[in-house]
């Protein structure tokens, strides 16, 4: 049904930039939807690049900043332009459902969105060819790396975030151990709660928190479909992406860039549109807690160094992938 | 022949190597080339399956190269007899042409010299009757995949094992459930072992020529993964002095598939002083950049030395397999009683105590090297030590939020802490975790039973609500103490009653102080305890009112209601 509804969008999508004929086989694709982040767009591309991506399959809600003309005269980008609700098609994922079922099948791909920086064990010194290449020896389907949200110590606003920068030089600050864990009997995938919106914004109604659990790398087939953002696939199997008998799995993290300078004119616009989750209920909280300036620090807080210091702190893990 | 104790120069040793080469061929020639430098003649088999323009790339490639052949091609299939065929006919090829070959060793197109050639025909001369073929009974070998050992020789297997996988499973059953034998050649005692050895030119031949071997070829033809066990059976037979290693540093990774290498292993795989690895991932450029090292004045015959290798790639098992205890996380959420150690630290539970000494915690905490915390599992809120908001690790104080993981935050908070950390407990505490902390060999529980009653003395609330109030904690507390009394009971656990503990206190802090690593001196000055004068009449009350108090012990009627000055 998920698939349906993703194929019938397809129409929806007005293609900008169709360069997708370049794809090779085995080519590693990144998939996201984007309105109005032109300036995070420069460090984003950079970044995966680096990392190995060979093709950015994207789809603009509508960006008014110059990010879709920009993404457009990029050689490895290809761009499709939208102005349907993105409520309506649940959060975006219909839309990504359709250019996976399209240009994903047999690929490496991976779904972020972009203000998510991919960190899996080894990052450093080994490209993402290397890890799908092991996944697929290893017959892992997908993988998976929880969101880690990122803040800047004092108001988030304080230092200003310039188009290229490293997001990370100011928002280099996480909690390290205050996340919660439930199993979803139905999908088999486990709910990841907590962190630092959660103890902020939610402590009394936790429930209503941000998931943070995300599975954004699968080696995708045409039978495939993320459920609710890339939260959850089916089918469930893909979305047991951890060991039940006390072994650990490899698992990497999404940093998650959301709280910078940037954040207040997003959240004030999101919040106008009211075209997020629960409408927007998450925006809501910051935008009241941003009036108030709100601080995410506190002295419990780590300052991300690398991914061996999330590896010891239990976040991610290498399995056996050493 | 040499006498092993006399090393002999590598140059009597001439090196035959079969390389077997599936795909990345272009990386294959120049791996043939590396060891045709160092003087190795080298047979190559490609899987009929490559495809033909590479392989005209590789034959160009390598055009010239008189000590470079060629053997027949098969067409190889994982855990089939084809590649066993394959290895026959290149070392045969080998041993006819080449009349001068000493040894021969099987590699793969992904295998990679560390050393230089010459090191390793330095180090065979030094062993020169020596045959390096791991060869274990498969009885007691205990590794292999899918936990086929011997039945590998007893059973048969018609189906692919990767592309028939269901069918596969499904024969074995059936042949276990019907017992289903077959019978093995007359002589042969089953061995296995890695494919990738290094034989003598007269155990080779031996083999190879073998009156029997059509008969032999015929079995091991129906055996699974015959690579592994060919010729590390047919060794016992002919080999008079078996080295049971492979001079290749090929590992697996615990589940059933080889270890890959990258370019940060570098110094990890020089520091081994290993002749060959496998498997290296094809685009690790810097590891074929790097190696094999060039040979720099006299060629050296050191055993290799793959302990640290070793242990790196035990702990990656481990951690895949076992994991680390305490820890729930994305890709580790053990079922219950499956967690490989519940919690990851030692940490102490205190019940009752916080009832009778209202400082309590500040007086335990300047005794002991803990964090020492207050009610944690309070409903109406985490106690962190200090009251602070915010716990350790960023842990919240709001009780929703530990809510919706209970077991998760108590094994974050003692995780996170570099200290022993130790909590209050009490009936009036959420008691969900009873089961959890008291099946956790890390846990310490200490309880006064009935301790809970010596607030409610002081209360001053309308004593039929107190009566309500000590019936549902009662009810709460013998449950709890069920649990402790149980025989899966894994918490070291100590229980008084508020009777017994307030007859010593002293001594009861004494004890408690030396188990958490404390002055037992230190109990000496208690501190303020709230009066019990005045429980043995408040208990008879609740007799009175019909609730028998079943934990707090003895207390003598007599004794009077607690007076104003004593509150």
Same mark, same amino acid.
């Given at each position: 049904m998920l698939l349906v509804r993703a194929i019938r969008r397809r129409r929806r999508l007005r293609p900008?930039?169709?360069?997708?004929? +370049?794809?090779? +086989?085995?080519d590693i694709l990144l998939f996201m939807t984007i309105r109005n982040e032109k300036i995070r767009l420069p460090y984003f591309l950079e970044y995966y690049r680096r990392m190995g991506i060979q093709h950015f399959l994207v789809v603009d809600n509508?960006?008014?900043?110059g990010g879709l003309e920009y993404l457009a005269e990029e050689p490895d980008v290809s761009v499709w332009s939208t102005h349907d609700s993105y409520k309506a098609s649940r959060f975006g994922i219909d839309w990504i459902n359709w250019l996976l079922y399209r240009y994903g099948a047999g690929h490496w791909c991976l779904t972020v969105d972009p203000d998510e920086f991919l960190i899996y064990p080894h990052h450093d010194s080994r490209p993402i060819k290397a890890l799908t290449d092991w996944l697929d020896a290893s017959t892992v389907k997908s993988f998976s790396a929880m969101l880690l949200d990122m803040y800047p110590k004092?108001?988030?606003?304080a230092q200003p975030y310039l188009e290229g920068g490293d997001p990370f030089q100011i928002a280099s600050w996480f909690d390290p151990a205050n996340y919660t864990i439930r199993k979803?009997?139905?999908?088999?995938?486990l709910w990841i709660q907590g962190g630092p919106r959660c103890r902020a914004?939610?402590?009394?109604?936790?429930?209503?928190g941000p998931a943070?659990?995300?599975?954004?790398l699968v080696r995708w087939e045409r039978s495939y479909v993320y459920v609710s953002s890339t939260h959850m696939l089916l089918p469930?199997?893909?979305?047991?992406?951890?060991?039940?008998?006390g072994g650990e799995k490899a698992s990497g993290c999404l940093l998650h860039a959301?709280?910078?300078?940037?954040f207040e004119t997003k959240s004030a616009e999101e919040l106008e549109r009211?075209?997020?989750?629960?409408?927007?209920q998450e925006y809501m909280a910051y935008h009241s807690g941003l009036q108030e300036s709100?601080?995410?620090?506190?002295?419990e807080s780590r300052r991300f160094e690398d991914w061996r210091q999330l590896e010891n702190l239990g976040l991610i893990s290498k399995g056996n992938w050493a | 022949m040499s006498d092993p104790s006399q090393p002999s120069s590598a140059a009597h040793v001439r090196l035959g190597i079969v390389m077997l080469c599936h795909n990345e061929l272009p990386r294959a020639a120049k791996l043939a080339q590396v060891w045709a430098a160092g003087g190795a003649v080298v047979a190559i088999h490609i899987d009929a399956n490559a495809p033909a323009d590479e392989v005209a790339t590789l034959r160009a490639d390598l055009?010239?190269?008189?000590?470079i052949v060629y053997s027949r091609r098969h067409r190889c299939e994982w855990g089939a007899f084809s590649l066993v065929r394959a290895t026959q006919d290149a070392a045969a090829l080998l041993l006819d042409r080449f009349e001068d070959i000493t040894h021969v060793m099987v590699v793969s197109g992904s295998c990679l010299p560390l050393r230089p050639v010459a090191d390793l025909r330095a180090f065979l001369a030094r062993h020169p009757t020596r045959d390096f073929i791991e060869s274990v009974t498969a009885a007691d070998?205990?590794?292999?995949?899918?936990?086929?050992n011997e039945e590998r020789f007893t059973m048969r297997f018609p189906f692919a094992y990767r592309r028939h996988r269901k069918l596969f499973d499904r024969y074995v059953a059936l042949q276990r459930r019907w017992k289903f034998r077959r019978h093995i050649p007359e002589g042969l005692v089953p061995h296995l072992g890695s494919q990738w050895w290094c034989l003598t030119r007269p155990t080779l031949h031996a083999i190879l020529a073998d009156r029997r071997r059509p008969e032999f070829d015929r079995y091991f033809s129906r055996v699974? *993964? $015959?690579?592994? =066990?060919y010729f590390q059976t047919l060794a016992r037979r002919h080999?008079?002095? *078996?080295?049971?290693?492979? %001079?290749?540093?090929a590992k697996f990774d615990g589940q059933g598939k080889p270890y890959i290498f990258y370019n940060d292993h570098r110094q990890l795989l020089e520091e081994s002083g290993c002749f060959v690895a496998r498997k *290296?991932? $094809?685009?690790?450029t810097g590891l074929f950049a790097h190696f094999p090292r060039p040979l720099i004045g006299e060629a050296s015959a050191a055993e290799p030395q793959p302990e640290r290798v070793d242990r790196m790639i035990g702990q990656a098992v481990a951690r895949r397999?076992?994991?680390?205890?305490g820890l729930y996380m994305q890709s580790r959420f053990p079922r219950k009683d499956a967690e490989?150690?519940?919690?990851?630290g030692s940490y102490a539970v205190m019940q009752g105590f916080s009832d009778l000494f209202p400082d309590f915690e500040e007086w335990l905490a300047d005794r002991i090297d803990a964090d020492v915390h207050g009610h944690v599992m309070s409903k109406h809120g985490v106690e962190f030590a200090g009251r602070m908001p915010i716990g350790p690790g960023?842990?919240?104080?709001?009780a929703a939020l530990r809510d919706l993981d209970q077991r998760g935050f108590v094994a974050n908070l003692i995780r996170i802490s570099q200290r022993e950390q130790i909590v209050q407990y009490s $009936?009036?505490? =959420?008691?969900?975790l009873n089961w959890f902390m008291a099946t956790d060999p890390n846990a310490q529980i200490f309880v006064i039973t009935g301790a809970w009653a010596v607030p409610l003395l002081h209360s001053g609330m309308p004593f039929d609500d107190i009566r309500r109030v000590a019936a549902k904690l009662q009810r709460i507390e013998l449950a709890q103490i069920d649990i402790l009394n149980s025989v899966w009971l894994k918490a070291r656990t100590r229980v008084w009653d508020l009777g017994d503990f307030c007859s010593r206190p002293s001594g009861v802090m004494r004890n408690i102080l030396r188990d958490l690593?404390?002055?037992?001196?230190?109990?000496?000055? %208690?501190?303020q305890m709230r009066e019990i004068a005045g429980m043995g009449r408040f208990l008879q009350r609740l007799r009175n009112a019909g %609730?028998?108090?079943?934990?707090?012990?003895e207390f003598p009627v007599a004794d009077t209601m607690p007076k104003k000055e004593n509150i």
């Amino acid at each position: 049904m998920l698939l349906v509804r993703a194929i019938r969008r397809r129409r929806r999508l007005r293609p900008v930039a169709d360069r997708t004929k +370049r794809i090779r +086989r085995s080519d590693i694709l990144l998939f996201m939807t984007i309105r109005n982040e032109k300036i995070r767009l420069p460090y984003f591309l950079e970044y995966y690049r680096r990392m190995g991506i060979q093709h950015f399959l994207v789809v603009d809600n509508g960006s008014d900043d110059g990010g879709l003309e920009y993404l457009a005269e990029e050689p490895d980008v290809s761009v499709w332009s939208t102005h349907d609700s993105y409520k309506a098609s649940r959060f975006g994922i219909d839309w990504i459902n359709w250019l996976l079922y399209r240009y994903g099948a047999g690929h490496w791909c991976l779904t972020v969105d972009p203000d998510e920086f991919l960190i899996y064990p080894h990052h450093d010194s080994r490209p993402i060819k290397a890890l799908t290449d092991w996944l697929d020896a290893s017959t892992v389907k997908s993988f998976s790396a929880m969101l880690l949200d990122m803040y800047p110590k004092g108001q988030i606003a304080a230092q200003p975030y310039l188009e290229g920068g490293d997001p990370f030089q100011i928002a280099s600050w996480f909690d390290p151990a205050n996340y919660t864990i439930r199993k979803n009997g139905e999908y088999w995938n486990l709910w990841i709660q907590g962190g630092p919106r959660c103890r902020a914004f939610f402590r009394d109604n936790p429930e209503q928190g941000p998931a943070l659990n995300k599975i954004p790398l699968v080696r995708w087939e045409r039978s495939y479909v993320y459920v609710s953002s890339t939260h959850m696939l089916l089918p469930r199997s893909l979305n047991v992406v951890y060991d039940e008998d006390g072994g650990e799995k490899a698992s990497g993290c999404l940093l998650h860039a959301k709280f910078l300078s940037t954040f207040e004119t997003k959240s004030a616009e999101e919040l106008e549109r009211r075209q997020h989750y629960s409408d927007s209920q998450e925006y809501m909280a910051y935008h009241s807690g941003l009036q108030e300036s709100q601080d995410f620090w506190c002295d419990e807080s780590r300052r991300f160094e690398d991914w061996r210091q999330l590896e010891n702190l239990g976040l991610i893990s290498k399995g056996n992938w050493a | 022949m040499s006498d092993p104790s006399q090393p002999s120069s590598a140059a009597h040793v001439r090196l035959g190597i079969v390389m077997l080469c599936h795909n990345e061929l272009p990386r294959a020639a120049k791996l043939a080339q590396v060891w045709a430098a160092g003087g190795a003649v080298v047979a190559i088999h490609i899987d009929a399956n490559a495809p033909a323009d590479e392989v005209a790339t590789l034959r160009a490639d390598l055009a010239g190269h008189e000590d470079i052949v060629y053997s027949r091609r098969h067409r190889c299939e994982w855990g089939a007899f084809s590649l066993v065929r394959a290895t026959q006919d290149a070392a045969a090829l080998l041993l006819d042409r080449f009349e001068d070959i000493t040894h021969v060793m099987v590699v793969s197109g992904s295998c990679l010299p560390l050393r230089p050639v010459a090191d390793l025909r330095a180090f065979l001369a030094r062993h020169p009757t020596r045959d390096f073929i791991e060869s274990v009974t498969a009885a007691d070998v205990g590794w292999t995949v899918g936990g086929l050992n011997e039945e590998r020789f007893t059973m048969r297997f018609p189906f692919a094992y990767r592309r028939h996988r269901k069918l596969f499973d499904r024969y074995v059953a059936l042949q276990r459930r019907w017992k289903f034998r077959r019978h093995i050649p007359e002589g042969l005692v089953p061995h296995l072992g890695s494919q990738w050895w290094c034989l003598t030119r007269p155990t080779l031949h031996a083999i190879l020529a073998d009156r029997r071997r059509p008969e032999f070829d015929r079995y091991f033809s129906r055996v699974w *993964i $015959p690579d592994e =066990s060919y010729f590390q059976t047919l060794a016992r037979r002919h080999s008079t002095q *078996i080295e049971s290693r492979s %001079l290749t540093l090929a590992k697996f990774d615990g589940q059933g598939k080889p270890y890959i290498f990258y370019n940060d292993h570098r110094q990890l795989l020089e520091e081994s002083g290993c002749f060959v690895a496998r498997k *290296i991932w $094809p685009n690790a450029t810097g590891l074929f950049a790097h190696f094999p090292r060039p040979l720099i004045g006299e060629a050296s015959a050191a055993e290799p030395q793959p302990e640290r290798v070793d242990r790196m790639i035990g702990q990656a098992v481990a951690r895949r397999k076992l994991g680390r205890p305490g820890l729930y996380m994305q890709s580790r959420f053990p079922r219950k009683d499956a967690e490989n150690g519940k919690t990851s630290g030692s940490y102490a539970v205190m019940q009752g105590f916080s009832d009778l000494f209202p400082d309590f915690e500040e007086w335990l905490a300047d005794r002991i090297d803990a964090d020492v915390h207050g009610h944690v599992m309070s409903k109406h809120g985490v106690e962190f030590a200090g009251r602070m908001p915010i716990g350790p690790g960023g842990l919240s104080d709001s009780a929703a939020l530990r809510d919706l993981d209970q077991r998760g935050f108590v094994a974050n908070l003692i995780r996170i802490s570099q200290r022993e950390q130790i909590v209050q407990y009490s $009936p009036r505490d =959420s008691q969900d975790l009873n089961w959890f902390m008291a099946t956790d060999p890390n846990a310490q529980i200490f309880v006064i039973t009935g301790a809970w009653a010596v607030p409610l003395l002081h209360s001053g609330m309308p004593f039929d609500d107190i009566r309500r109030v000590a019936a549902k904690l009662q009810r709460i507390e013998l449950a709890q103490i069920d649990i402790l009394n149980s025989v899966w009971l894994k918490a070291r656990t100590r229980v008084w009653d508020l009777g017994d503990f307030c007859s010593r206190p002293s001594g009861v802090m004494r004890n408690i102080l030396r188990d958490l690593g404390g002055e037992p001196a230190a109990a000496a000055n %208690l501190p303020q305890m709230r009066e019990i004068a005045g429980m043995g009449r408040f208990l008879q009350r609740l007799r009175n009112a019909g %609730l028998r108090p079943q934990l707090m012990g003895e207390f003598p009627v007599a004794d009077t209601m607690p007076k104003k000055e004593n509150i």
